[in-house]
């Protein structure tokens, strides 16, 4: 029971922030080029964000919990051995420790980007620039890590 839930939360969790940062991207972002005036493209972009921000954190930290707890309740691999060398051994380690290197990427960019570059990017194009690189290099890592999750389903490989 406590996996079917944490298993629900998690897949819950993945669709609204992917969901999301697809949504800004492909949606938003096109809308607001639209816009003649760039205060107001940049004002309208930094208050999207802004709340985006919020509920997208919630959705990570909601993976970082029942990831763990999926683990533990149906795979038997507690916290402390998802790092050892005989877990990494087996096609499930390997694609999990593969998972757990671009989830640990993924949390530092996204820190940087949501925390740093993103509210400097209000009053500066270049960081503009620089937050919608990371903005986007973000959106494909958080692909991958699905691509991932599916082949750890799989078995791993
Ligand atoms: C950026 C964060 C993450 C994303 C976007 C993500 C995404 C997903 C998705 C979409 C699935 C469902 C697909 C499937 O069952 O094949 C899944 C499954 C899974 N995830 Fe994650 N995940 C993240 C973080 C984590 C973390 C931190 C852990 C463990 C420490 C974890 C462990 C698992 C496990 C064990 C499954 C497989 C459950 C099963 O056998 O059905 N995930 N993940």
């Given at each position: 029971m406590l996996f079917k839930l944490a298993l629900f939360l998690h897949i819950l969790s993945a669709i609204f922030w992917i969901g999301g940062m697809l949504f800004l991207v492909l949606v938003v972002a096109p809308f607001l080029q639209s816009l003649p005036d760039p205060r107001e493209r940049s004002k309208i972009y930094q208050t999207v964000g802004k709340k985006y921000r919020l509920y997208g954190w919630i959705a990570i930290i909601i993976l970082l919990?029942?990831?763990?707890?999926?683990?533990?309740?149906?795979?038997?691999?507690?916290?402390?051995?998802?790092?050892?060398?005989?877990?990494?051994?087996?096609?499930?380690?390997?694609?999990?420790?593969?998972?757990?290197?671009?989830?640990a990427i993924i949390v530092t960019t996204s820190l940087i980007h949501d925390f740093w570059l993103g509210p400097k990017a209000r009053s500066s194009p270049q960081f503009t620039a620089i937050a919608k690189i990371f903005g986007r290099g973000n959106l494909i890592l958080a692909l991958l890590i699905v691509i991932l999750a599916v082949i750890l389903r799989a078995g791993g490989f």
């Open positions: 919990v029942t990831g763990p707890i999926m683990l533990y309740t149906f795979y038997g691999i507690s916290p402390g051995a998802i790092f050892s060398r005989q877990l990494h051994a087996s096609p499930f380690g390997k694609t999990l420790a593969v998972k757990l290197a671009f989830v």
